[in-house]
């Protein structure tokens, strides 16, 4: 499925990523970067802007909000999805079911 599409000057920039973790970066129609990853990949490519070519970076990954994407050209940030640690959502969330289990053993005994 189509995750995002980006526009940069006359360079179309489309983003798709699978359930299955398969992901493709496709530049003006063509398929410039695909991997398999289930927790998000880094794709590099290159592309042509003002007549010169621009190394890009575009980084696919997972925050608490679903798939984030950040994208680089020339190591300039272009977009920057925000991070949040799934790792502390589910410490908490386990801390919170922990708390929750405990009183009810300890009510039952």
């Known amino acids: 499925m189509k995750f995002s599409t980006i526009q940069l000057g006359n360079n179309k920039i489309e983003v798709f990523n699978s359930f ?3 992901e493709s970066i496709v530049l003006n129609g ?5 991997k398999s990853s289930i927790s998000g990949a880094k794709h590099t490519f290159t592309m042509f802007e003002s007549d010169r070519k621009v190394d890009c970076k575009l980084n696919l990954d997972y925050g608490a909000t679903g798939v984030v994407m950040d994208l680089y050209v020339d ?4 977009i920057e999805s925000p991070r949040s640690s ?3 959502i589910f410490v908490i969330i386990a801390f919170i079911i922990g708390i929750v289990a405990a009183q009810i053993l300890y ?3």
């Open 75 to 78: 190591n300039i940030a272009i």
């Open 20 to 22: 299955l973790g398969r």
């Open 86 to 88: 799934l790792l502390l």
């Open 30 to 34: 063509k398929i410039v970067s695909e």
């Open 107 to 109: 009510h039952n005994y």
